[in-house]
């Protein structure tokens, strides 16, 4: 029998913010010629469907304060099967490269005689349009800081006390358990009366959000049991139209 040669390729997906109909088409034709697929926990399960009956799809998921596939284990999965498999596709919710570790696999990849590629996606905050807020808004908001709520140690970004000291728009990745901290650092900045909103499940049937001011944070989410995966929004443009 003649050998098949193996082409080890990375593919770096962005799935988008959860609506499946919200993947690039270039992203859309790749998962129809995936041979294996490692998928997020955020990553629509419907895109999986796009996949050839001979693709193999393990879930390598990291559930926000929960169990997960530790991040060396994942890399050792995409070597092992981009060697063994070929074409692997790595399909992270939202965009890989916004807090979502694409670059360290990509970095790890090619350290590792695999062939890369990035395809993005579109991040979550860019679904903040479904509760009728822009992120910019003339005269109003000219410029976005995006902050992670959780660094790698656990703490709060620092970044984020800079930016209270801009009439940029603040949005917040994976701070659903600083609330309560997010809240002091704006009251403390004198600027606790600042509007604010909370996206859950973004884009898909299922989103739900409320507003407030950012010193009620924890009674925002409370309002109305949000929890993550979640986005906070912070600036006058929550506030256009409630």
């Known amino acids: 029998m003649k050998n098949i040669s193996i082409n080890p390729?990375?593919?770096?997906?962005?799935a988008g913010p959860g609506d499946p109909?919200?993947?690039?088409?270039?992203?859309?034709?790749?998962?129809?010629?995936?041979?294996?697929?490692?998928?997020?926990?955020?990553?629509?399960?419907?895109?999986?469907?796009?996949?050839p009956d001979t693709c193999e799809k393990i879930y390598v998921g990291k559930q926000p304060y929960g169990k997960n596939?530790?991040?060396?284990?994942?890399?050792?999965?995409?070597?092992?099967?981009?060697?063994?498999?070929?074409?692997?596709?790595?399909?992270?919710?939202?965009?890989?490269?916004?807090?979502?570790?694409?670059?360290?696999?990509?970095?790890?990849?090619?350290?590792?005689?695999?062939?890369t590629h990035f395809i993005p996606?579109?991040?979550s905050m860019q679904a903040s349009g479904f509760e009728d807020i822009p992120l910019t808004h003339r005269s109003i908001?000219?410029?976005v800081w995006m902050v992670t709520g959780t660094k790698k140690d656990g703490r709060l970004s620092a970044d984020l006390e800079l930016a209270i000291q801009s009439n940029a728009t603040v949005v917040i990745y994976m701070g659903m358990k600083k609330l309560d901290e997010i809240a002091e650092t704006y009251i403390a900045a004198g600027k606790g009366n600042i509007p604010a909103a909370i996206i859950q499940?973004?884009?898909?049937?299922k989103q739900k959000s409320a507003r407030g001011m950012v010193k009620?944070?924890?009674?925002?989410a409370e309002?109305?049991?949000?929890t993550y995966p979640a986005i906070i929004i912070i600036g006058e443009v929550t506030g256009i139209i409630n």
């Open 9 to 14: 390729e990375l593919f770096v997906l962005g």
């Open 21 to 51: 109909e919200l993947i690039t088409v270039k992203g859309y034709k790749l998962l129809q010629q995936a041979d294996v697929i490692l998928y997020d926990n955020l990553a629509n399960k419907e895109l999986l469907d796009l996949a």
């Open 69 to 115: 596939t530790p991040q060396e284990e994942i890399h050792e999965m995409i070597k092992h099967f981009a060697f063994t498999k070929g074409k692997v596709i790595r399909l992270k919710g939202g965009d890989p490269f916004i807090f979502g570790r694409g670059f360290e696999e990509i970095i790890y990849a090619r350290a590792n005689g695999i062939k």
């Open 121 to 123: 996606g579109i991040t």
């Open 141 to 143: 908001s000219e410029s």
């Open 201 to 205: 499940h973004a884009s898909l049937p």
């Open 216 to 220: 009620d944070l924890s009674a925002i």
């Open 223 to 226: 309002s109305k049991q949000l």
